[in-house]
């Protein structure tokens, strides 16, 4: 039974804000507070995305398409990958968010009086997320977690809504897919990338693509694994990851998880 209680201090909380700026990645957290937004405060909503090296550009795409969905001015702004974040250091996510946020509220300041929010979760407390610091630094608001809701009550409501990406599997920029303390470069960003799109077509939706020394070490949900191991997909992979640039290609045994990298914090 949906917890209607969480909904509607939601939109107290939204109607409270005035003007809004969503910060827009495309996924459904932001999908669905940008919905609810857009319902509950009408034009006085705004979205604003980042595109950057390592966003995936059918990330920037579906985000585009969400915002003329639901007649949304959309703002993307464009960014190469800072000094700071080039070796991929752990408070990375921290430099990150401080680093778009600023930008968020500098563009959010020139188009009017518009309060900056993200999609922040309950769910999204659990894992190492030093971006949440800066978030607090910068006072951006998370209606989401204000209102206490969680990744399973977003999936509700947002069937209950009619939002088409419903069971989108979860969105994390390229970088968490790459080592701690590893030289970045747009190359094997690009080579990730066209990795996990190809997994897509297969019918992969819930996949990532982990890159190391020009290794990928593919994560699957457990229930596909015979499938990918059947000789004719499992080549199909193989030959496309070569093409890409991979020269050796694994399955990791525990399957699909979020923060894989992050173990070490667990």
Known sequence: MIDDSKYNTLIKILLSMGDIAVAFSGGLDSTFLLTVARKTVGKRVIALTLKTPYIPDWEIQEAVK???????????????????LRHNPENR???????????????????????????????????????????????????????????????EYSKMLDIAEWNKPPYACLLTRIPYDTLINEEELSRIEHAELFLHHLGYKESRVRSQDLSARIELNPEHF???LEKHIRQKIVNEFHKIGFHFISIDLEGYRTGSMNLKKQ
Do not use: W
Request: aromatic letters at 8%; charged letters at 35%; glycine letters at 4%.
């Open 93 to 155: 996510c921290y430099l990150c968010k401080s680093y778009v946020f600023n930008r968020f509220i500098k563009e959010a300041d020139k188009l009017g009086e518009y309060q900056v929010v993200d999609g922040t979760n309950l769910d999204d407390m659990k894992d190492f997320r030093p971006g949440m610091k800066a978030l607090k630094e910068l006072g951006i608001r998370s209606p989401l977690l204000e209102s206490n809701i969680t990744k399973d009550d977003i999936r």
């Open 226 to 228: 015979k499938k990918v």
């Open 66 to 84: 969400t915002c003329r969905a639901i007649h949304v001015k959309h703002f993307i702004l464009e960014a190469e990958i800072i000094d700071t």
